[in-house]
């Protein structure tokens, strides 16, 4: 079946960078594209970053552009999420989602705070 693992949050103070990385396995990886979510407390779950299945095209909320990156590596089945210039409200569980197969990874925590 599908699983997806989410890994890298932390507690970063505002200005720093993490790299999240999410480990798919039980699809044929390559055939799928992936993007990144997350929620804040007491918030709905938001869109961050998407890519598509071969890597070649990228889209980013407007709240993190320029400041996020999202790549994959398909040979090792994983998608990465480089975050930079953190800020307080970047603050969330952010989650991994495959969009071909409707799945959701259990989510990592990232808080940004001083």
């Known amino acids: 079946q599908v699983q997806l693992v989410e890994s890298g949050g932390g507690l970063v103070q505002p200005g720093g960078s993490l790299r999240l990385s999410c480990a798919a396995s039980g699809f044929m990886f390559s055939s799928s594209a992936m993007s990144w979510y997350r929620q804040a407390p007491g918030k709905e779950r938001e869109f961050v970053a998407t890519?598509?299945?071969?890597?070649?095209?990228?889209n980013y909320a407007d709240s993190v552009k320029g400041r996020f990156t999202i790549s994959r590596d398909n040979a090792k089945n994983t998608v990465l999420l480089q975050m930079n210039s953190l800020k307080p409200e970047d603050t969330a569980v952010y989650y991994c989602y495959a969009a071909r197969f409707r799945s959701w990874g259990q989510g990592t925590q990232v808080t940004v705070s001083s």
């Open positions: 890519i598509t299945n071969g890597g070649s095209i990228t």
